[in-house]
């Protein structure tokens, strides 16, 4: 089998040059071919040697993720559905908004975590993404994106690691793809503008500090160790005060001076004021200073059979009112693409049923009639 050239950052894809006796800047080269301008073919890439170009079909290739379907929300939001293989999908969504346009990218299919308000945790795992595959994600948004709006310049301006799975569960994967967001040569995002949401594993907050720091969202969902152990499991084994920890020895590397905590508002279960107090005081004290932290309160998009409710709006302004009033600047996360399922946690694949999966896919990849796209969007890049 022939390489996938998307699995490879930049000093990968120098390392994979040598070895065909070509020089460093021919991978430049071809890594702003493939990721700048889009191209998945050789022949398109007329400034590299011809001799080249005649050779490099035979060793490599650039392959995309297969659609399975496109979906446009009414407010611009669309959602794509990738074939990742053997029955199971992933989603990938692109929000857009007047300053930013977002992709909110998948790392697993499925998720191992389990957590008792997602979707995805519901579904169980299935395996985790290869670089390519979540590179896929965001090559194909942009240049699809790009066409589309007939824009010559970038149209995704940040990314969110806050698809399917658990991206620092697929660590080896993750780096290399983040590496290409980066680099200047690849989308040349700025760190800040490119987050890695995690369930807490520990020791991988502390690897990612060393290897690519980018911005950091920990979705806490509770302030009790008793609490969250019964709706993030991983809790049971990184329990609040070393995530809290964790979260002390990132903030030098990381390229923001805090952390998001994420919550999502749960009816009758963490959206008492007293959750409220307990979780200002736990980010205020803990360790001493605190942790400085904004907090992001994400009403709770249901999904079948989770047995759980959003809080109702009242109480979810009351609980931000008590953290912003606390002095921890708190704000409720606007719910995008919900006619189209694209809200957090509702990103299910089509592994729901692992074993009519296969059968629903070759059903869709039939009628995968892909919507026409009537969003139009001027994307700008503020300078934040
Ligand atoms: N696994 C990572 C990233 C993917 S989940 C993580 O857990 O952080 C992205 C975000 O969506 C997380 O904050 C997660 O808690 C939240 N989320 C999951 N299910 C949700 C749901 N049904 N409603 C609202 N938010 C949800
Ligand atoms: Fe996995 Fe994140 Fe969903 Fe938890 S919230 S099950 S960690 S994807």
Known sequence: MTANLLDLDLE??????????????????????IHQKGASRFDE??????????????????TDLPVLSRQESTDGTIKWLFDVGDGN???????????????????????????????????????????GEILAQLWHAEHFLRKHLKSADRVITNVVMMGMGEPLQNYSALVPALRVMLDDHGYGLSRRRVTVSTSGVVPMIDRLAQDVPV??????????????????????????????????????????????????????????????????????THGGRGVPCK??????????????????RAVVLRFGQILNEGGVVTTVRKTRGDDIDAACGQLAGDVLDRTDAARRLAERRQDAAVQPIRFVHTAKDPQV
Request: glycine share 6%; hydrophobic share 40%; net charge neutral.
């Open 89 to 131: 999908a992933v989603e990938t969504v692109f929000i857009p908004e007047d300053d930013r346009g977002t992709l909110c990218i998948s790392s697993q299919a499925g998720c191992a975590v389990g957590c008792r308000f997602c979707s995805t945790g519901h579904q169980g795992f299935s395996r985790n993404l290869t670089t």
């Open 215 to 284: 911005a950091l969202a920990v979705s806490l969902h509770a302030p009790n160790d008793a609490l969250r152990d019964s709706l993030v499991p991983l809790n049971r084994k990184y329990p609040i005060a070393e995530l809290l920890d964790a979260c002390l020895r990132y903030l030098p590397a990381a390229p923001r001076d805090f952390i998001t905590f994420e919550y999502c508002m749960l009816e009758g279960v963490n959206d008492q004021p007293e959750h409220a107090q307990q979780l200002l005081k736990l980010v205020k």
């Open 295 to 312: 907090i992001n309160l994400i009403p709770f998009n249901p999904f079948p059979d989770s047995g759980l409710k959003c809080s109702p």
């Open 45 to 62: 890439m007329t400034d590299l040697a011809k001799s080249l170009r005649e050779k490099l079909p035979s060793v490599c290739h650039i």
């Open 12 to 33: 990968g894809l120098a390392a994979f040059c040598e070895q065909l006796g070509e020089k460093r800047f021919r991978a430049v080269q071809l890594f702003r071919w």
